[in-house]
């Protein structure tokens, strides 16, 4: 499966931007979800992950109430909500999905989330 995301941008603190992640293929919903960022200097991180149906979804705690991440599967797509963004969320963000296996091994090609103060 190949990830396409899109929708970052420079926004100011406490304002919000939707996350877009577009898949190719035909297998889409048997795939589990997540977000990944990346801010310089630092390690990526897990942000959050859907399951293949949508039921159930895990998020990183400082985003936890902020963030929301969502699917759909008829067009192939997975969002990232994020509301009442902060400066230390800013970073490359990340798209990726795993069959089977325990570790993400589809990725996305990053798009930069800018929150200014």
């Known amino acids: 499966v190949q990830l396409q995301a899109s929708g970052g941008g420079l926004v100011q603190a406490g304002g919000s931007l939707r996350l877009s992640c577009a898949a190719s293929?035909?297998?889409?919903?048997?795939?589990?979800l997540g977000w990944f960022r990346q801010a310089p200097g630092k390690e990526r991180e897990f942000v959050g992950a859907?399951?293949?149906?949508?039921?159930?979804?895990y998020y990183l705690d400082s985003v936890k109430g902020r963030f929301t991440i969502s699917r759909d599967n008829a067009k192939n797509t997975v969002y990232l909500q994020m509301n009442s963004l902060k400066p230390e969320d800013t970073a490359v963000y990340y798209c990726a999905a795993k069959f089977t296996s325990s570790e993400y091994t589809y990725w996305g090609q990053g798009t930069q989330v800018t929150v200014s103060s």
């Open positions: 293929g035909r297998t889409f919903s048997l795939y589990n």
């Open positions: 859907i399951s293949r149906g949508g039921s159930t979804t």
